[in-house]
């Protein structure tokens, strides 16, 4: 069956760096658009990153633009999310998630991860 796995969450100070990643398996990897999603305390979860199947095209939220970059190794099947410069603001869980076709909601994500807790101390 599909899994996504998330791993490399922690604590950190204010202004430090994590780098998350999310190995997959039992899916055609370079089929999917991987993206990430937060949920911070007491909010909805919120788009974060995304990246296409070639590798090239990214998106991210205004949030995190400039200080968070979304990678993918096909190859490896593995989407990372490198965080520099991280802010209180940005504690939250972290989840990536697999999308089979583009110009999809949230809500239409075919694959989930089980989630990193990022906490950034002040």
């Known amino acids: 069956q599909v899994q996504l796995v998330e791993s490399g969450g922690g604590l950190v100070q204010a202004g430090g760096s994590l780098t998350l990643t999310c190995a997959a398996s039992?899916?055609?990897?370079?089929?999917?658009?991987m993206s990430w999603f937060r949920q911070r305390p007491g909010y909805d979860r919120e788009f974060v990153a995304a990246?296409?199947?070639?590798?090239?095209?990214?998106y991210y939220a205004d949030s995190v633009k400039g200080r968070f970059t979304i990678s993918r190794d096909n190859a490896k099947k593995t989407v990372y999310l490198q965080m520099n410069s991280l802010k209180p603001e940005d504690t939250a869980v972290y989840y990536c998630?697999?999308?089979?076709?583009?110009?999809?909601?949230?809500?239409?994500?075919?694959?989930w991860g089980q989630g990193t807790q990022v906490t950034v101390s002040s």
């Open positions: 998630a697999a999308a089979a076709r583009t110009n999809t909601t949230m809500a239409e994500y075919d694959y």
């Open positions: 990246i296409y199947r070639n590798g090239i095209s990214t």
């Open positions: 039992g899916l055609t990897f370079s089929s999917f658009i």
